[in-house]
């Protein structure tokens, strides 16, 4: 199953989730739950169908999953520190270290690099069930946190590596989804009223704030769409030779527009123009930082393979060379050459003192 629609739209509702100060009406910035939850489903997705997840070694599956995200992040930071944020001065050496490696100023960031590892832990279990009892066990604790405790940052974090943990279970279901697209548009359009209905009420203060509701009508809106985006239609579009390349270069920059997206909407050269002009705007100039940044996070992974690649040639360069071309070689052959020189004078002279003068 093609995801390329299902990214696109992840990362569309999570960059317009931040756009308040563009739309006339901020309820409009919707929605950064469903997207970020679309995120986590689609990467336990896809590790699950990897196979690199569940036979390749730790460390190795460990460092390519960082070498996707740090080299685009750590380019987005520097220059939007140095140019948005007035610089580094009077940061300390924390807050460097915050910015550049964890948490990061980015949320998904800073809950993604800390599941990978339990992720890759479960899937190499090979068992099913063990992912039914972690997903069943973070609900209990979700339950637990909701009701004693009420704590936003730690219900965030265990929905999202449930919706990691439903994204591998889901995967093994791809074959049987898209069967029933009536239905699936059905679940999605009913709960997807009830949640901003929910939303709506909650923004509004006619009833209590609270995100369980609106966490459980997600995962249902995720599984829908999932389906719903198997069927014939939606995988028609993404598959399309006359879409594939432009839907396929969006979708491929779903992180990189989102390191980037805040530094445009920030912008108060964005932020002074009328609706609906603020938001073309904003979409114009985003997507080519994303792309420029993308690029620039390409060649920044490539550099040590570069820098191996120079060093082995330089090495190759110096056992072929023979020692006459380069100058340590050629000052020795000629210290060489005068020593053998007034060896041989030597001699001569005490051959000549031994002869029998006439």
Do not use: C
Request: glycine share 10%; aromatic share 12%; no cysteine.
């Amino acid at each position: 199953m093609d995801t390329t629609l299902l990214r696109i739209l992840a990362i569309v509702l999570i960059a317009n989730s931040h756009l308040e100060e563009l739309y006339p009406f901020r309820p409009l910035a919707a929605d950064g739950l469903i997207g970020n939850s679309m995120f986590f489903l689609l990467s336990g997705l896809g590790l699950a169908l990897s196979p690199r997840t569940s036979e390749g070694r730790f460390v190795a599956w460990y460092r390519r999953r960082l070498g996707r995200i740090y080299p685009g992040l750590w380019i987005a930071v520097l220059l939007g520190t140095a140019g948005w944020e007035g610089g580094w001065h009077g940061r300390g050496i924390g807050q460097v270290l915050h910015d550049l490696f964890w948490p990061t100023p980015y949320g998904f960031v800073a809950q993604i690099v800390v599941f990978y590892p339990f992720f890759y832990l479960l899937k190499t279990a090979r068992n099913r069930k063990w992912e039914w009892g972690i997903l069943v066990g973070l609900g209990l604790a979700y339950l637990g946190v909701a009701t004693f405790r009420y704590d936003l940052h730690a219900l965030s974090w265990i929905y999202y590596f449930q919706m990691m943990i439903l994204g591998s279970l889901l995967a093994v279901r791809l074959p049987e989804m898209g069967r029933h697209p009536r239905r699936d548009l059905g679940i999605v359009v009913v709960t997807l009223l009830l949640y901003v209905g929910l939303k709506l009420a909650m923004v509004s203060g006619r009833i209590p704030m609270h995100v369980g509701p609106l966490h459980a009508m997600t995962a249902v809106i995720m599984i829908g769409l999932l389906g719903l985006n198997a069927s014939s239609r939606p995988q028609s579009i993404a598959l399309d030779p006359r879409l594939t390349r432009p839907l396929g270069l969006f979708a491929s920059l779903t992180l990189e527009i989102y390191l980037v997206h805040g530094f445009v909407y920030e912008a108060p050269q964005v932020a002074r123009l009328a609706f609906p002009l603020n938001l073309a705007v904003f979409w114009a100039a985003t997507l080519p930082l994303a792309w420029a940044l993308g690029r620039s996070a390409e060649a920044l992974r490539g550099f040590p393979a570069t820098l191996s690649k120079w060093r082995k040639d330089a090495d190759s360069d110096r056992r072929e060379s023979p020692p006459a071309i380069g100058l340590p070689g050629s000052i020795r052959d000629t210290a060489s050459r005068t020593s053998r020189a007034a060896s041989r004078g030597r001699r001569r002279r005490r051959a000549s003192s031994a002869l029998p003068s006439r």
